[in-house]
């Protein structure tokens, strides 16, 4: 087990994250005294040589850390988290769940390095190999795919490099070109991040429903990006003036279709709208899942999964999304007996191919070290997608807890507090604006905090920026009381846990790619929300000084970037 406890040691460990590993890293931070409150000694001994354990020093060992990491990665304050094994090749700060002492225990910091185990069979490695393109000539599902190289010779494609959520018959088509290594006659593609550079702002292209509620639509538009949560405004037109009441969103869209969608682009970065795709505008072609590959959607491509006793639609086009119910004229019945009859037989057909070269495919691996690759990968790809099924369902129901154990907090506050204007002194009845401040923090932790979290969540040392008291001046008595809760949720250190909070570093810009914002003596400058839903809603600004120490430093609109 080792121990970070330098600035140097830390930068290197966040190069060795983001490195190529073969065991997932699980990092354990310290409190503020040096004492852990996940037990490294506990953790290292239930993960056994599986998973490497590191512990690392709180203060400016920790800031070091998130220097090399991306945004969210890092872990501080007593918190832990395990980074798997391929965490660099897509560093996104929910592939690794932080783990805070006050909501979870070491049992769950386990189970997340041991879920993040990859066991491949081993393979001798061939003596060479070659990046070449062919041309896929049949699909058959995982394995038993079929393409000819230029010179005519026939390979199988298989999904060896592949992310275990990447399907292959998703990546490829017929008559259409792959890339990837040859060894032997396997030919393996390779996953290519997305590029949307093409995607401006109004331009039209495809996206998969991967989920409908009466709430929300999710899209996505390739599976190595997080999925778009499109809420009922983007869906229907005229909901926000009351329109369309009546149409429900599993009207609209069905789970595993192909839509169009149209490209809203912010200060927040890339959004996706279904109202006005227009289907006679051309669409922005999306990127493919392998390099040299297709587009990894088409119309009329649909991923919709039967039901018991129905059979999947024969071929359907996308319906264009333009906020009104769609509406279409069946054909008579005599046409579309024969068409269903057509149809039918052309899927037998498919069928029956599929499984003649299933079977040949098979026939030509048995009793060979293929055979039991084949298995393996199988086995591999069914564990894989059940573990992603599993972590998903973890994290919606931690967000879940996290949101209803606020909700609780802010019911028992509301509950337990008198008003909290009644309370409210004159900075006239104080001798100074310090003195008034630090009072008015006081009785807001006393009605915040109720007495069963006093001894958890005390109120730690802070600093009084020169321009917190002047900011606090144009609030009114209701804004005032917002102000000084937000005041304590940061003092007692509770705001990391409160997601209404959104809190963030503050940037030197509204782009996402700027510096963040950091003085000369090292402070660097959050930001957290004191209301929401609210016009001009105001956030509170404050400044955490090496060591830990927070200095409040405004309170400032919506729109105000100033530190």
């Known amino acids: 087990m080792r121990h970070i406890d330098s600035p140097m040691a830390a930068a290197e460990l966040g190069h060795e994250i983001l490195s190529v590993r073969q065991r997932p890293l699980v990092l354990i931070s310290s409190a503020s005294d040096s004492t852990y409150a996940f037990d490294p000694v506990r953790v290292a001994h239930e993960i056994g040589d599986v998973a490497d354990v590191v512990t690392i020093e709180t203060g400016e060992v920790t800031y070091a850390l998130e220097r090399v990491l991306p945004e969210k990665a890092h872990v501080f304050g007593g918190a832990a988290r395990s980074y798997p094994p391929d965490f660099g090749d897509a560093p996104d700060w929910w592939r690794s769940v932080l783990r805070f002492p006050e909501r979870h225990d070491a049992s769950e910091l386990v189970d997340d390095a041991l879920a993040q185990v990859t066991t491949m069979p081993e393979v001798r490695e061939p003596d060479r190999r070659a990046w070449v393109t062919a041309t896929v000539e049949l699909i058959s599902g995982a394995t038993g795919n079929v393409a000819r190289l230029s010179s005519g010779t026939r390979v199988m494609v298989n999904a060896d490099l592949l992310p275990p959520h990447i399907r292959l018959e998703d990546a490829l088509v017929v008559g259409a070109s792959v890339e990837g290594w040859l060894a032997g006659r396997d030919l393996s593609p390779e996953a290519v991040e997305p590029d949307f550079g093409d995607f401006t702002d109004g331009a039209i292209t495809l996206a998969r429903v991967m989920k409908v509620t009466d709430h929300r639509v999710n899209l996505s538009l390739h599976p190595l ?57 051309v ?17 009329g491509d649909h991923a919709f999964a039967a039901e018991d006793g129905e059979e999947e639609p024969a071929e359907e086009q996308v319906t264009p999304a333009t906020g009104a119910v769609p509406q279409s004229a069946p054909p008579t019945h005599a046409v579309a007996g024969q068409l269903e009859g057509e149809v039918k037989g052309l899927r037998a057909d498919v069928t029956e191919l599929r499984g003649a070269l299933a079977r040949l495919a098979r026939d030509l691996r048995v009793g060979t070290d293929l055979e039991t690759l084949d298995r393996l990968r199988d086995e591999a790809a069914q564990l894989s997608s059940e573990l992603h099924r599993e972590r998903g369902r973890r994290e919606e129901g931690g967000r879940m807890v996290a949101r209803l154990t606020q909700e609780l907090r802010e019911a028992r506050a509301s509950r337990e507090s008198p008003a909290p204007t009644s309370a409210r002194t004159s900075p006239e009845d ?95 400058c959050w930001r957290a929300s004191i209301e929401s839903n609210a016009p001009s809603a105001r956030r509170l600004h404050y400044w955490e000084l090496p060591g830990g120490v927070v200095e409040l430093s405004r309170v400032v609109l919506h729109d105000d970037f100033r530190a």
Not at 236 to 264: F, I
Not at 283 to 299: F, K, T, Y
Not at 487 to 514: K, M, Y
């Open 225 to 281: 990006v997080p999925e778009f949560a499109l809420r009922r405004r983007d869906v229907v037109a005229g909901a926000d003036a009351g329109e369309n009441a009546e149409v429900r969103l599993t009207d609209m869209v069905r789970m595993g279709e192909t839509v169009r969608a149209r490209v809203c682009r912010g200060a927040t970065g890339l959004a996706l709208s279904l109202i006005d795709a227009d289907g006679s505008t």
């Open 283 to 299: 669409i922005v072609e999306p990127p493919p899942l392998v390099r040299g590959g297709a587009a990894w959607l088409r119309e």
């Open 430 to 524: 104080w001798p100074d604006a310090e003195g008034w401040i630090r009072h008015e923090v006081s009785s807001a932790w006393a009605t915040r905090v109720t007495a069963s979290e006093k001894s958890r969540y005390p109120v730690r040392d802070y600093r009084i920026g020169p321009t917190f008291a002047s900011s606090l001046e144009i609030l009114d008595a209701a804004q005032f009381a917002k102000a000084m809760r937000a005041v304590v949720d940061v003092v007692t250190g509770r705001v990391v846990d409160i997601p209404g909070r959104e809190l963030h570093r503050l940037r030197q810009g509204t782009g996402g790619d700027e510096p963040y914002v950091v003085r000369a003596d090292g402070a660097r």
